[in-house]
């Protein structure tokens, strides 16, 4: 096993395009998540019938958030555990990829890093799309309160 691949910085850009990648989603997924619930909103038909029922629902699920601290806290810990995944599958990629790069270094490997760079994905989608929805939730919450003081 050689150290060429660490010495030699062309190379290096096998490693990064995950991270880079993972970095735009991180941009990009609360902007997409955002124009898909706008088209939604805006649409006629079953498909604006479903948006609504489903809007329902979390404003539903925000009350009675509101009202049980333990689901609220629920919440919050399962974002953290998914953040705390999405570290974990950093990580474990970086050396596996490192380690497959140094031992074989041909295109097949750069696939399977490829392949091995989904859980990477699906937990930073999850993580994004759960702390987008706690966002929301704590503008609602926020809502409620100054409407709360106002009436008062």
């Known amino acids: 096993m050689s150290l060429e691949f660490i010495t030699n910085p062309t190379e290096w850009w096998a490693i990064f395009w995950g991270l880079v990648v993972s ?13 898909i619930t706008g088209k939604l909103q805006s649409t006629k038909g079953k498909l604006r019938l479903w948006a ?11 009350r009675e958030l509101n009202s049980d601290d333990m ?4 919440e919050i810990s399962r974002s953290t555990v998914y953040l705390a995944l999405f570290f974990i599958s950093i990580l474990l990629w970086l050396g596996s990829s490192v380690f497959l790069l140094v031992s074989r270094p041909h ?41 709360k003081i106002s009436a008062q």
Do not use: C, H, N, Q
């Not at 609504?52 to 925000?62: C, I, P």
């Not at 689901?71 to 629920?74: E, I």
């Open 71 to 74: 689901l609220l806290v629920r």
């Open 23 to 35: 970095g735009i989603l991180k941009f990009v997924t609360p902007i997409v998540l955002k124009w």
């Open 107 to 147: 295109a097949l490997s750069i696939i399977w890093m490829g392949i091995g760079a989904l859980p990477i994905y699906t937990f930073e989608i999850m993580w994004v799309t759960k702390s987008a929805w706690l966002d929301g939730y704590f503008k609602y919450r926020k809502k409620k309160r100054l409407r």
């Open 52 to 62: 609504r029922k489903r809007f329902r629902k979390t404003l539903k699920y925000f």
